[in-house]
Every structure is written in structure tokens, then in C-alpha cells.
């Protein structure tokens, strides 16, 4: 078992939810501090209980997005918008990828790599 690291959120839920382990604090007191529903909070206590303090760290900690991107399309794109579509926005950058590259990018996205 490795050593996980928390943040001062979830140091908070832990103190919070071992005072409702030890009954000094009920679950509906503990909903109103940490912001879930009180069912919400149940079943984080429940998992408290069975796993410890480390059932408040999020499963998916450390892994990849499921959004990313194959690496290599960023500097792809950012190279064809350089060359093709500098004096483009990014809406309409992004709508040139697709149209005429085939490379699905949102603006958002195209709008941040032109930024950077």
C-alpha cells in the first residue's frame, strides 16, 4: 500500500466523518458542513467505515482523462492553424480543422493552444 497525499478539503471531510464515527457529530450536522445531502453523507460514512479515510480520495486520482487527446494532435493542429489559418479566430479555426482536415478540436480547445 502506497502513501496517498489529500488536500485540505478532504483532510476536512476525514476529520468531520470520524467525528461521526465516534458519534460526536451527527449526520445531518456533518451534511451541513461538508455540503452533500444527508443520504450523500451516509453512504460516504458507510465507506469511511469500511475503507477508511481513504475512500474520500477520488477513485479516478492520478489516472488520464477519458477526454484526452492521441498525443501529437495538439502540435498537429497548432502547426496547421499556423501555416493554413493564422488570421483565423479560433471558432472558425477549429471549423477549418474539421471541414478540411477531418480533426474534431473544440473551440475552446483550438482557442487555448492558439493562446499558448
Same mark, same amino acid.
Given at each position: 500500500?502506497?502513501?496517498?497525499?489529500?488536500?485540505?478539503?478532504?483532510?476536512?471531510?476525514?476529520e468531520v466523518l470520524a467525528e461521526v464515527l465516534s458519534r460526536r457529530r451527527t449526520e445531518e450536522?456533518?451534511? !451541513?458542513? #461538508? %455540503? $452533500?445531502?444527508?443520504?450523500?453523507t451516509r453512504r460516504v460514512v458507510v465507506a469511511c467505515q469500511a475503507s477508511g479515510?481513504?475512500?474520500?480520495?477520488?477513485?479516478?486520482?492520478g489516472r488520464a482523462s477519458n477526454k484526452r487527446l492521441i498525443e501529437g494532435i495538439r502540435e498537429y493542429a497548432v502547426e496547421l492553424v499556423r501555416s493554413n489559418? !493564422?488570421? #483565423? %479566430? $479560433?471558432s472558425l479555426a477549429s471549423e477549418m480543422l474539421l471541414s478540411k482536415h477531418d480533426l474534431k478540436v473544440s473551440r475552446e480547445t483550438s482557442r487555448m493552444w492558439m493562446m499558448a
Open positions: 500500500m502506497g502513501f496517498l497525499t489529500t488536500s485540505g478539503n478532504e483532510l476536512q471531510r476525514i450536522s456533518a451534511a !451541513a458542513i #461538508l %455540503g $452533500p445531502s444527508t443520504r450523500q479515510g481513504a475512500s474520500v480520495i477520488h477513485k479516478a486520482r489559418y !493564422a488570421d #483565423l %479566430g $479560433p
